[in-house]
């Protein structure tokens, strides 16, 4: 119960054993205590369900792009498990998530290797619309996970894997992990040479594939919504630019990193305070770097989990 006091909440709470009646109290009490048991009981079972299945397709190479764990599809593993699958009708679920989730319940029951089993509590009471607000919370808590925690499960799977691939390599320290993170998600080659044919045999189990291409109109349009994209491609735009490198070597510039931190400043600005020397590459090259960027072709991964998180599950699995 809510009390507002001087525009404040405060929250009052009561005993149970002084809000309800004594000639009831242990029987209500013991209702409560059974439901939340078994609530509890029913939560576990279909998170355990929903794991357990996803891990029996990566171990059948049936990983699917279809694990849209929403909450229609939760409140189905719930009336799997209240019901033990009779109320489940294979013949009248037309979700093909359904159906295989169905499948996969009834046969991993009946296997007597198995020594976990799901099980209903005895003397289930009504509580579908407890189950559905559990619906509710596991569906947030998977899309949490998904989209909070992509990129450091991602990140693991590179240290671990690189690190393994080229054990008896000097070269797999922080930084190149760091740089081949950043390559595998915003598609680019940036690192080191040696690791690029790792990136491309281990991107296709680990990222998705988004066909949502990323395309800016302007420098400003880069910068402004894709920072954190664009920002590394200019750079190694104008570091790597050979006509840029051999102008700077003809007028035998002294300090070259900050006459390119000057460069790439006026190319976001849209200012030219660098030597006019480099003005006319300046002019030139704008364009070239706004179409050389969109011929990329980068993912703005973050906006993809947010949107779509559970098309990441399968590659998550590893």
Wanted: aromatic fraction near 14%; include cysteine.
């Amino acid at each position: 119960m809510e009390k507002d006091v001087n525009n404040e909440i405060i929250a009052i709470k009561q005993l149970l054993s002084k809000s309800i009646n004594n000639d009831y109290f242990d029987y209500i009490k013991d209702i409560i205590d059974k439901n939340v048991k078994d609530c509890n009981l029913l939560y576990t079972q279909v998170c355990y369900l929903i794991k357990l299945f996803l891990l029996y397709d990566y171990e059948n190479n049936n990983l699917n792009n279809d694990y849209d764990f929403n909450e229609i599809i939760i409140r189905f593993c719930f009336k799997l498990i209240r019901t033990n699958g009779f109320n489940c009708d294979k013949n009248l679920i037309n979700n093909n998530l359904e159906y295989r989730l169905y499948h996969f319940f009834i046969n991993y029951n009946l296997n007597i290797n198995n020594d976990f089993k799901f099980i209903c509590p005895l003397n289930l009471s009504s509580i579908t619309h407890i189950t559905n607000a559990l619906s509710r919370d596991i569906q947030t808590n998977i899309t949490n996970n998904i989209c909070l925690n992509y990129f450091k499960y991602l990140k693991e799977y590179i240290n671990v894997n690189l690190k393994i691939h080229f054990q008896n390599s000097n070269d797999v320290i922080n930084n190149i992990i760091s740089n081949v993170f950043n390559d595998i998600i915003n598609n680019t080659f940036y690192s080191n040479a040696l690791f690029h044919n790792w990136i491309r045999e281990h991107k296709k189990l680990i990222i998705p594939n988004i066909n949502n291409n990323v395309f800016i109109a302007s420098i400003k349009d880069g910068i402004d919504n894709y920072y954190k994209l664009f920002f590394p491609f200019i750079n190694k735009y104008i570091k790597n630019n050979d006509i840029l490198i051999n102008l700077i070597k003809i007028n035998d510039e002294k300090n070259v990193n900050k006459l390119l931190k000057s460069i790439y400043n006026d190319i976001i600005n849209n200012t030219f305070e660098t030597n006019i020397i480099y003005h006319s590459w300046i002019k030139d090259n704008i364009a070239l770097i706004i179409n050389e960027f969109n011929k990329s072709n980068c993912i703005d991964f973050e906006k993809e989990l947010n949107s779509k998180p559970f098309i990441f599950i399968p590659f998550m699995q590893y």
